[in-house]
């Protein structure tokens, strides 16, 4: 039972447009969320974070949206640059069980 | 150096073989964590531990164990390796909120 998923598994975005990652989460306790990503022979890297508190976060040109009624967040990558080609995993978890449970990850390619 | 030490970053073995990773972190963080990364499956937790005395199965532990010999010391044992074992293999550690993962292990089972 995939409680986080990411339907897309890639994205094109030509560069300097902007670049939307989705993620669906199925279990109502989750209350923190995170984007993690991950460049080729690497590790993934914490990118930016959300508390089911708000409903946005912002980081320089990256902004996470939580909507909690529809268990939807997004990450909004404005304006994309050939550097942000990786693998995105969305993650959540909540308080008392700090596991992280991922995503499938989605392939963001910024054509230049 | 990296918070997170992955050893060995790659590996091939026989089907049958024991074979350990290691993974050691300088985050000074109680949790540490062992995931696979799959083709299309994402990240999967096999064991984690919140502190030197604490380990716990993951979603996916059959075919694994796990050593946790000191806070920063986290180890992956596969007893008898297979070849559905083939995979990358991440440890990470983490703080409150955050994970910080190592640069993983690519192991190959033949």
């Known amino acids: 039972d995939q409680q986080v998923k990411q339907n897309s598994p890639s994205l094109s975005v030509q560069e300097g447009r902007i670049s939307i990652l989705n993620c669906d989460y199925t279990?109502?306790?989750?209350?923190?969320f995170l984007w993690y990503k991950k460049y080729p022979a690497e590790g993934p890297t914490f990118l930016i974070s959300i508390s089911s508190i708000k409903d946005k976060n912002e980081d320089g040109r990256f902004t996470v949206f939580l909507n909690k009624s529809a268990k939807h967040l997004s990450l909004h990558i404005v304006p994309s640059q050939p550097g942000d080609s990786a693998v995105y995993f969305c993650?959540?978890?909540?308080?008392?069980?700090?596991?992280?449970?991922f995503g499938t990850g989605t392939r963001l390619t910024i054509i230049p | 150096d990296a918070d997170v030490t992955q050893t060995p970053r790659n590996r091939i073995t026989k089907t049958g073989k024991r074979i350990m990773l290691e993974c050691s972190q300088t985050k000074g963080h109680d949790r540490m964590y062992w995931y696979r990364q799959d083709p299309g499956l994402g990240l999967r937790l096999i064991y984690y531990?919140?502190?030197?005395?604490?380990?716990n199965k993951g979603e996916i532990s059959d075919g694994y164990s796990v050593s946790r010999q000191a806070q920063a010391k986290f180890s992956l044992s596969l007893e008898s390796a297979i070849p559905n074992q083939t995979a990358l293999y991440f440890c990470?550690?983490?703080?409150?909120?955050?994970?910080?993962f190592g640069q993983g292990t690519r192991l190959t089972v033949v």
């Open positions: 993650a959540a978890s909540f308080f008392g069980n700090e596991k992280l449970t």
């Open positions: 531990s919140f502190d030197v005395k604490d380990i």
């Open positions: 990470a550690t983490q703080g409150n909120t955050e994970a910080f």
């Open positions: 279990n109502s306790m989750f209350d923190y």
